[in-house]
């Protein structure tokens, strides 16, 4: 079965707003990455977290620190250029490969 | 830094002949991830090596697939017998672990497709 969960499926966003997205594990991993694949279908990693927050501009990731079973992407401010599709990958503990979710198509609208 | 090299972009084969997949990881990185990516399936981990060594091959198809890392600058993907269902976007990771994978870093894929 899914072990990454991601929501929403799709979301349009206007620009200047801000969301967030969300990835729900069934169970507890180790580490969470976070990735954008544009139109041309390249994938960019946006974040690597073991645990906590970072940031970069106007996005911010978070790791659920405590039982590391979800985390999310926030978008601040969103941009044309934000539009693509956002993934989320998991790393199991022992298990040394990432799984990813479904993704969420953001369009970001003037 | 040219990224992780992915040949070719695009391949396309007749049912029932031979895909042969290559990869060149990042220079430096010990790990090497092939996943597979359709509309309905999403993003499939196929397999991963370290160090050149099969660590997990847990997703690879039992048959027709197999991957290959023969020395530390390129992967291969073979896929015997092509199938319809074989067509995907096929990309390759590659990073370099500490205690944990770290963060992957993906070729831009190379589209297959079984006419």
């Known amino acids: 079965g899914d072990q990454v969960e991601q929501s929403p499926s799709a979301l349009s966003l206007h620009e200047g707003t801000d969301s967030a997205l969300r990835c729900n594990f069934t169970?507890?991993?180790?580490?969470v990455q976070w990735f954008r694949q544009n139109s041309r279908g390249s994938l960019i990693s946006l974040f690597y977290?073991?645990?906590?927050t970072k940031e970069n501009g106007r996005l911010k990731s978070a790791f659920d620190s405590k039982e590391r079973r979800y985390s999310t992407l926030h978008i601040r401010d969103a941009q044309l250029e934000d539009s693509g599709t956002y993934f989320c990958?998991?790393?199991?503990?022992?298990?040394?490969?990432?799984?990813f979710g479904k993704g969420t198509s953001l369009t970001v609208i003037p | 830094n040219a990224g992780v090299i992915q040949t070719p972009r695009h391949k396309v084969t007749g049912k029932g002949q031979e895909a042969t997949l290559w990869c060149e990881p990042i220079?430096?990185?010990?790990?090497v991830f092939w996943y597979r990516q359709t509309i309905v399936q999403g993003l499939e981990f196929l397999t991963y090596?370290?160090?050149?060594?099969?660590?997990?091959d847990s997703g690879m198809p039992k048959e027709r697939f197999s991957a290959q890392m023969p020395n530390q600058s390129h992967s291969t993907l073979k896929i015997q017998s092509t199938q319809p269902q074989d067509s995907a976007v096929y990309l390759c990771?590659?990073?370099?672990?500490?205690?944990?994978?770290?963060?992957?870093?993906f070729g831009h894929g190379t589209k297959l497709s079984v006419l």
């Open positions: 990958a998991a790393e199991a503990p022992g298990y040394q490969n990432f799984y």
């Open positions: 977290l073991a645990s906590g």
């Open positions: 220079s430096g990185h010990s790990a």
């Open positions: 169970t507890t991993m180790r580490s």
């Open positions: 990771a590659s990073s370099s672990p500490g205690l944990s994978n770290e963060r992957l870093f």
């Open positions: 090596f370290r160090n050149q060594a099969p660590i997990d």
